[in-house]
């Protein structure tokens, strides 16, 4: 079990530390309001951009201190309670569950920084199709999507284990 504990800790803060990272060096490189660069043509561009709500700008507050609180504290709680529910089942947890939960945990808190001390987050990546704007997002959305497909995958696909999500979640 320790194991496996030190295994999600480090997991989970390396997943944080490679977004923060990735801001890092996408605030350094990339100008605010410049055109975006084409890294993969018709798919993928990056250009800096600041969020100061959820997904898709949802719920932005515009720098309003109540809106910042609101949002960061939704965070640290569900932050916190992802990391109890891992640490008081990590027994029953699954290798791939507790690498979902590495993904997600770890993007939250890389987002989370960013909310917290930033009052927004930092995003670089713009997908597209063509001319069609699709989303634009960061490492840590990445993280925290390819950690749900993971879960929902052992879920549906491999819900037979005893130690698969639906089992934990009980």
Same mark, same amino acid.
């Given at each position: 079990?320790?194991?496996?504990? *030190?295994? /999600? &800790? +480090?997991?989970? $803060?390396?997943?944080?530390? #490679?977004?923060?990272? @990735? %801001? ?50 939704? *965070?640290? /709680? &569900? +932050?916190?309670? $992802?990391?109890?529910?891992? #640490?008081?089942?990590? @027994? %029953? ?57 993971? $879960? ?19």
């Amino acid at each position: 079990m320790h194991i496996k504990l *030190t295994c /999600f &800790i +480090i997991g989970t $803060l390396l997943v944080g530390f #490679i977004d923060q990272a @990735s %801001k890092k060096i996408a605030i350094s490189y990339l100008l605010l309001g410049a055109p975006p660069i084409e890294m993969i043509p018709g798919f993928i561009d990056f250009k800096l951009v600041y969020n100061s709500g959820v997904s898709f700008g949802f719920l932005s507050h515009n720098g309003s201190t109540i809106g910042w609180i609101l949002l960061s504290s939704v *965070t640290i /709680f &569900i +932050i916190a309670y $992802l990391i109890q529910l891992v #640490i008081r089942r990590i @027994s %029953k947890i699954s290798k791939l569950g507790l690498t979902s939960f590495c993904f997600i945990i770890g993007g939250a808190l890389g987002n989370g920084v960013d909310r917290i001390f930033y009052q927004q987050v930092t995003d670089f990546m713009i997908f597209r199709i063509g001319d069609i704007t699709l989303f634009v997002n960061n490492l840590a959305d990445d993280a925290i999507s390819i950690g749900l497909i993971l $879960l929902i995958f052992e879920a549906l696909i491999l819900r037979r284990s005893k130690n698969s999500i639906k089992a934990i979640l009980k």
